[in-house]
């Protein structure tokens, strides 16, 4: 088992009139950990994740797994992904047990009886009765669809588990069980996993490290319980305050709307300085005397700072205009 290192990874789509959908992310998501990655919508999240398998187009820095970039890697993927949508993510004319046979590497279990075991038990692993190998996804429902994918991505018995909002399409009274299963999983074979969520609620229940993404950056990251109990950058703030439940509840209202107040980021033209700044609560916005954010990207110092947050001021008292201090 190996870390999992995005280095300075970006990701631009489209020509000169694209955008950078990633922008020199470094995060690393130790060996056996879970990293979660928040942010709102149309930050960067998938276009990260998808760049660790090799389904977005990296255009600057690698993508490494124990030292080694990932496209260089042999042929048995190391990485595999759980995608959001249970319902596009296995063929309706094959066999629950064709999908999951499919996804073992050729040459590993030579022998149809071999690969017959090898689907059983991976429908076991997902607390799925085996019984259900000959049946079609039209008769699942989408919780077991999600198991069926899980076990799918088992199948190619990865180092690293990449999950995208895995639960967020499925009905709530079904999310947590497959919350449950996945950490399970997770920690009985020692996986990585990179797991991406709207809900506050579902990365402080899996996570051992919290990643917070903003406009192709992360912003802050550190240990779970710290950045989501003492936040560092007014970023991370605004999304916990916006999210209330989610310290309480694991199935809070995850919401998609973050920010509701607040201008949604283009893309297309960050912001120069700090990317937050237009937003920012404890910026230039309301103290003149913070010109330092228009100007200087925070980012470089992030290192240094206390969660490695990517704000000049995270050091201090970081109080709100709103007086709505997260803490
Ligand atoms: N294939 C693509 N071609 C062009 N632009 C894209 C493509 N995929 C994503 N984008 C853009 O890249 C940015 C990041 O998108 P991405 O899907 O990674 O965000 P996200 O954080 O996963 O959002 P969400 O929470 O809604 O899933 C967005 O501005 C999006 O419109
Ligand atoms: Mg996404």
Redesign the pocket.
Known sequence: MSDLVFDAVSVR??GRR??T??DGVKLTVPSGQVVGLV??????????A?AAVGL?PVSAGRVLLGGVDVRELPRRPPLQMVF?DPYSSLDPRMSIGESITEAIPRGVLPGRAARRDEVARLLELVNLDPERADHLPGRLSGGQRQRVALARALAGRPEVLIA??ITSALDVSVQGAVLNLVRSVQRRLGLSMLF?S?NLAVIRYLSDIVAV?YL?RIVEVGPAEQVLTDPRHPYTRDLLAAAPSATTSLLGTGS?DVIADAEPAD?HHPPGGCRYHPRCPVGPLVRADRDLCLRVDPAEGAAQRRHSAACHFSDNELTTSRGASAS
């Open positions: 789509y489209g694209g955008l959908a990633v942010g709102e919508s149309g930050s960067g999240k998938s276009t990260l998808r977005s959001q995208d909002e991406i709207h993404m192709g998609d893309p």
